[in-house]
């Protein structure tokens, strides 16, 4: 939003209301005729160098990805737009949310409540299934194939989102009064560094600080300079641990690179590994406790990455600690490590090179799984 979206236009407004209101005062000085010219034009230029700028960065083709005060960011609702995924946006793909903030089908009204029946799918970037648009995504097939069976699937997965973040977020839609009848959620190995990441995150009481959330939210969406200060400065004095400054990640690209390691290096385990699998352990349990007070049935689906595939260790830490959590909690496991160990050598063509998210054959591998799983077990009788 050309000049509106930067804080130099609030700026150029308060400037030219104060002047109206002390004009007769100063009016016929030249000192300040010139001061108020060159005043004025320099926060014109400003706000426009600033909202021009996102234009031109990666900003404005993730603007539907958002800071959040309640769940520390997630998606904007109703949107339309085009994104990426990647370290190029060569190949660009259509996405739509819902009126929830949800990856959807179509920029569609979702309501609160329903008398159908209703699966809500959470997770990281593999329940948002990043690379590729709804249809090919395994939530999108679901979606279509349960739909035939009156059944509305919803995709809260949202990328980076770990146990808190899940927590927070599941907390504040039932707060606003979503109904649910199941919910499934993908743990990721990521999870746990997440969870060390997001331990500094303090979030608003629901209710609280809307206008100043939806001022920060619209002012990171179109101003350049403001989005760089929010993030570089702001988030990182917050957050000690941000993996874009925090001096304890090395740098971004070895931030991901670590991601796994907890799984079979003990020394990455020590240092953060077993500090994040504890937090993730503690808000899995408050999502079984706020499932089983809102009578939600829980499930929860692990699976593994590449690496792990690799390493062909099919009951590896990852694995044992969930396993053993389900047991011990009377959480519903869906267990897809045989699923994928089971691949063989051709495990890699359900990855995208390079990346360890899933390919739209990944997708299929998962959609057929899990429709299986679910028919037979919850709506077999539809």
């Given at each position: ?52 700028a ?29 994104t ?85 977020r ?29 331990k ?20 990171i ?12 400065i702001?988030l ?6 941000d ?140």
């Amino acid at each position: 939003m050309i000049f509106v979206g930067s804080p130099f236009f609030i700026l150029l407004a308060l400037v030219i209301i104060a002047h109206l209101i002390i004009r007769r005062r100063f009016q016929g000085r030249l000192w300040y005729k010139v001061l108020l010219f060159n005043l004025l034009f320099l926060l014109f230029f400003a706000s426009f160098l600033d909202t021009t700028a996102v234009l031109f960065s990666d900003r404005k083709i993730n603007q539907f990805r958002v800071k959040s005060f309640f769940c520390h960011h997630g998606l904007d609702s109703s949107i339309h737009t085009k994104t990426f995924w990647g370290e190029t946006d060569v190949e660009r793909y259509d996405i739509y949310t819902n009126s929830l903030g949800f990856i959807d089908e179509s920029s569609r009204e979702v309501a609160l409540k329903t008398d159908g029946e209703r699966l809500l799918f959470m997770g990281d970037s593999f329940a948002e299934g990043v690379g590729y648009p709804w249809p090919m995504t395994f939530v999108g097939k679901l979606s279509k194939a349960l739909k035939k069976q009156g059944v509305e699937v919803l995709n809260a997965g949202v990328v980076s989102y770990s146990p808190k973040l899940h927590y927070l977020r599941l907390k504040k839609l039932l707060i606003d009064g979503l109904k649910v009848d199941r919910i499934i959620l993908l743990l990721d190995v990521s999870d746990m560094q997440d969870e060390v990441v997001y331990k500094y995150f303090v979030p608003a009481k629901v209710g609280e600080s809307l206008f100043l959330y939806r001022m920060n939210t619209f002012f990171i969406h179109y101003s350049f300079l403001y989005n760089s200060y929010y993030k570089r400065i702001y988030l990182a004095n917050k957050n000690p641990l941000d993996p874009e400054t925090s001096p304890f990640w090395t740098s971004h690209k070895y931030f991901h690179k670590l991601t796994p390691r907890w799984v079979y290096n003990q020394k990455e385990f020590d240092r953060w590994g077993r500090e994040g699998l504890a937090s993730a352990d503690s808000y899995l349990k408050k999502i079984a406790k706020l499932c089983k007070q809102n009578n939600i049935a829980f499930s929860m689906v692990i699976y593994p990455w590449p690496n792990e595939l690799k390493r062909q260790e099919l009951d590896d830490r990852h694995h044992q600690y969930w396993t053993k959590f389900a047991q011990e909690n009377s959480v519903e496991l869906i267990d897809m490590f045989p699923l994928f160990f089971n691949l063989g050598e051709s495990y890699p063509d359900y990855f995208i090179e390079g990346d360890v998210h899933w390919t739209p054959q990944g997708h299929q591998l998962v959609y057929d799984y899990l429709i299986e799983h679910i028919q037979k077990e919850y709506y077999h009788e539809k």
